[in-house]
């Protein structure tokens, strides 16, 4: 058993996990990144001597942190754009409090660890995570190893810029995949067409008239339902997370690519859409080709991947 912590901008989650990536105890708390730093990684320590109680005869207990950002193998934080953080050794900080030591790793590779050792990629050695959530994070392994590049700052597929669009990412550039393919892009686009006429929508009515109220979750079942301009966005999202997957098919050639993250919910109705995107693009259709695989760990693929990344790193503990 080891201890996972998923590190976001809105809340904290940590757990228990044992060998089989079963989360035995959690614990939540808001991040309130607002309160600076210091106050974070204490939270975070109050929460992880919390569960070390749970660990019979003093064994010692290896934890495994999930980061918004980058980090190395040191266990500092490099950067954190949603929490602020940069260039903070949050390994050595959380050690003095709680007397543990630490492996950090992004949070997007860390939920990519976690499909591959407990979810829907076990038994893979070559897959690519893509998490459909406010943004877009992404995770690559091959060969049983995590794919970072060089200087471990690769796999941001989010960041892969895929068009031109009518708003910049929050990188600063413009066509970012995320901003096509991800729940904040999804919405923008909806209120976008949803304002430039008087086409009834039952999205709107959902959210009880006011169209500052529609959410992802929103237009997604709208969608379902049939809605038009939900069903426009939808597809437009389908469409381009199409193309951001054809350009990583072509490049790496994956065995199976696998959604993960809050539109993930969408099940078939996501895939079936995607895919048939996917099979108008491919360069190679005479091949087998990455099969499009909906995660199943949801929310605990951070928590239970952070958990396994001790192990799976290869770090000292």
Not at 31 to 45: D, H, L, Q
Not at 138 to 148: C, E, H, N, T
Not at 161 to 174: A, D, I, L, R, S
Not at 252 to 261: L, N, R, S
Request: hydrophobic share 40%; with cysteine.
């Amino acid at each position: 058993m080891n201890i996972g912590v998923d590190i976001g901008g809105t809340n904290i989650a940590a757990g228990i996990v044992d060998d089989g990536g079963r989360i035995i105890k959690k614990i939540t708390a808001s991040t309130n990144r607002g309160r600076g730093y210091g106050a974070v990684v204490k939270e975070i320590s109050i929460i992880l001597n919390a569960l070390s109680k749970d660990f019979e005869g003093g064994r010692k207990v290896a934890v495994g942190l999930a980061i918004p950002g980058v980090g190395d193998e040191y266990g500092n934080v490099i950067k954190c754009v949603n929490l602020g953080w940069r260039n903070v050794p949050l390994s050595d900080d959380i050690k003095k409090l709680t007397g543990m030591d630490c492996v950090i790793e992004n949070d997007s590779n860390a939920a990519a660890v976690g499909e591959y050792r407990f979810g829907s990629m076990k038994g893979k050695e070559s897959f690519v995570m893509l998490t459909l959530g406010t943004g877009l994070g992404s995770g690559i392994i091959d060969g049983g190893r995590l794919m970072k590049g060089f200087h471990g700052a690769g796999a941001e597929i989010g960041h892969m810029v895929v068009g031109e669009n009518f708003y910049n990412c929050t990188c600063g550039k413009n066509g970012c995949l995320e901003t096509f393919a991800s729940a904040s892009a999804l919405v923008r686009y909806f209120k976008r067409i949803a304002s430039a006429g008087d086409e009834y929508t039952v999205a709107i009515d959902m959210a009880g008239g006011d169209v500052e109220l529609v959410d992802s979750k929103i237009i997604t079942q709208a969608a379902m339902r049939g809605d038009v301009l939900s069903l426009m966005a939808f597809d437009r999202l389908c469409k381009y997370l199409a193309t951001g997957i054809v350009n990583i098919i072509n490049v790496i050639d994956p065995q199976e690519i696998v959604i993960g993250g809050g539109l993930s919910g969408a099940g078939d109705f996501l895939l079936e859409k995607v895919d048939s995107y996917v099979k108008k693009s491919i360069f190679y259709n005479e091949l087998t080709h990455a099969r499009v695989r909906l995660a199943l760990l949801g929310d605990d693929a951070g928590v239970a991947g952070a958990a396994a990344l001790p192990e799976f790193l290869k770090y000292p503990i």
